[in-house]
């Protein structure tokens, strides 16, 4: 009890990943996977759980004000990486957290009745309610110890919400445990292939296989680096030390620090990201007749339709249906299967099992995931404007910090649609994953730095180092993954950023490692 009445850093933690992307991440894992990538959250949390941990070593490590971790990264590793670190984070926080204000948004007008609302109205509700609770949080003593309660409540509504979905679904006999419980055990080689479910389909699909096989695979990886990237991001990686420091801790909580990211950070994470995997699984993948978004539907159609007919997109509306009600019965039962479905439309398949509670539960469970995380950007934002300008925490210049990602929410209808959208996601997608493990490599490097931890440094640190760079390099593959496949891209503005992406991984990789060494 003295443990859970003490934690909170891990919760923050907790309220950024169970958020839009893992809300995203979960669906299109459930819709293309089903069960078989259940074990890719965990894993992926599991190595973020093991670097945040020595991120919270270093930072408790260090009494002095000068040794927080940014400064040390600055000043024992290489100053381009610190500074790379703080920038992704700012980038990072103003684009994704607009994304929350739009998921919100998207939540209370299509599940919780509020379709007549103006999206401006909502968004500046949330966005005076975020404002006035990172007010409260930039304080001391009882004002901050709410918004700490308020995470933490917020939290534990994300994974009920999700966990009354499988508990109802499992009671109707909808989930597959035999499939669930193989889909625990982590299987690499689904990675680079199809999934067999769609074998059945594939066979049938003639001339058109090896597309269908393509499609499928390169989708796969997509949505495998987004959902994996969702578990800890960069930004994350910045605020854990400042939230430390905030609650006071120092070298006597180091053992607590750990025990709060399992327990508030690793398995609420777990639960709520499964929960959504099993709860999409059961009712979209591999299955033709699934309920799916039109929209969504053509747009898969359409890029095989592509392959068969030259210059398909330029066809007038008329033409285009002609051949899509024309198109084999198995390409559209892959297109459906296949299309990308949104919260809404798991919310309708959930009807013959809730009833009319379908819409409300999963409206509340969105909304706390988009309040929650909107929240910790904000507090990332602050922390990481204050430290730029070297006042880290001082209250008004977190505030100011924390107030630029509200504004760009708060014109979430404008910047989160179409090609506005677009040409903010793929830049800052790339710049996250790209230094993301270079962030791990800072702290991976730190720990093994007698000039910054002094007489702190782990004698002896042969398990933390294997575990350390086992994470790093998973970071490292999944990072250079997403970058080729940008970089193989046909859209030229994705192909430049993938290239743009590689470079600076491995610039900022050679500069940190000979960084290190000579200041060694």
């Known amino acids: 009890m003295l443990y859970a009445r003490l934690s909170g850093p891990g919760w923050v933690q907790a309220a950024v990943t169970l958020g839009g992307g893992t809300l995203v991440g979960g669906l299109y894992l459930g819709v293309i996977g089903g069960y078989q990538f259940l074990w890719l959250q965990p894993l992926a949390m599991l190595c973020g759980v093991i670097m945040l941990s020595a991120i919270s070593y270093v930072t408790l490590s ?44 998207d939540a209370i007008q299509g599940n919780l009745n509020g379709e007549n609302l103006n999206p401006y109205l909502i968004t500046s509700f949330l966005f005076a ?18 918004i700490d309660g308020v995470i933490k409540g917020l939290v534990a509504v994300i994974v009920l919400s999700f966990m009354g979905v499988v508990i109802t679904l499992s009671a109707n006999g909808a989930i597959d445990w035999s499939a669930l419980l193989s889909g625990l055990m982590p299987d690499f080689s689904a990675l680079f292939h199809p999934v067999d479910s769609y074998d059945i389909y594939l066979n049938n699909t003639g001339e058109f296989q090896s597309f269908w096989e393509t499609y ?95 210059g398909f997109k330029s066809f007038e509306d008329s033409k285009k249906a002609e051949l899509r009600a ?9 297109s459906i299967m296949l299309a990308k479905r949104n919260a809404n439309d798991l919310a309708k398949a959930m009807i013959p099992f809730l009833g009319n509670w379908s819409q409300f539960i999963f409206g509340i469970g969105i909304l706390a995931m988009a ?36 504004l760009t929410g708060l014109l979430s209808p404008i910047i989160w649609a179409g090609s506005v959208k677009t040409a903010l996601v793929v830049p800052a997608s790339v710049i996250a994953t790209t230094l993301l493990p270079i962030a ?81």
């Not at 024992?76 to 984070?89: K, R």
């Not at 975020?130 to 110890?145: D, H, P, Q, V």
């Not at 053992?255 to 059961?282: C, K, M, N, Q």
């Not at 024309?326 to 892959?334: G, S």
């Open 440 to 520: 791990y490599l800072i702290f991976l490097l730190l720990m093994n730095s007698k000039k910054a931890l002094g007489e702190e440094l782990p004698q002896n640190r042969e398990l933390i180092n294997v575990l350390m760079i086992t994470a790093t390099a998973i970071a490292f593959f999944a990072s250079f993954w997403a970058l080729t496949g940008k970089y193989q891209s046909a859209n030229t503005y994705e192909h430049y950023f993938g290239l743009f992406g590689i470079i600076v991984l491995t610039a900022l990789t050679i500069i940190g490692i000979a960084g290190f060494l000579s200041k060694k």
């Open 62 to 105: 260090k009494d002095n004000h000068e040794d927080r971790p940014f400064k040390l990264a600055q000043k024992h590793v290489s100053p381009f990486l610190a500074w790379g670190w703080l920038i992704a984070t700012v980038v990072a926080n103003v684009v994704f957290c607009s994304a929350q204000f739009a998921l919100g948004a």
């Open 129 to 146: 309610v975020s404002l006035f609770l990172i007010w409260l949080f930039s304080g001391e003593g009882k004002a901050s110890k709410i």
């Open 216 to 310: 499928i695979s390169n989708s796969q990886r997509n949505i495998i680096i987004g959902a994996f990237g969702t578990a800890v991001g960069i930004n994350m990686t910045f605020l854990l030390p400042y939230s430390l420091k905030k609650k006071n801790w120092n070298k006597s909580h180091r053992e607590l620090s750990r025990y709060d990211l399992v327990l508030g950070l690793f398995i609420p994470f777990v639960l709520g990201a499964s929960f959504l995997i099993i709860s999409t699984a059961s009712q979209f993948h591999a299955k033709k007749d699934g309920i799916v978004n039109k929209v969504a539907y053509h747009e898969v159609l359409d890029k095989r339709l592509s392959v068969e007919f030259s």
């Open 371 to 406: 309040l929650s995380t909107m929240i910790v950007h904000m507090m990332m934002n602050g922390f990481a404007i204050s430290e730029a300008l070297g006042q880290p925490g001082q209250r008004r210049l977190f505030f100011i910090g924390a107030s630029i990602p509200a």
């Open 326 to 334: 024309a198109a084999p019965q198995v390409d559209k039962d892959l």
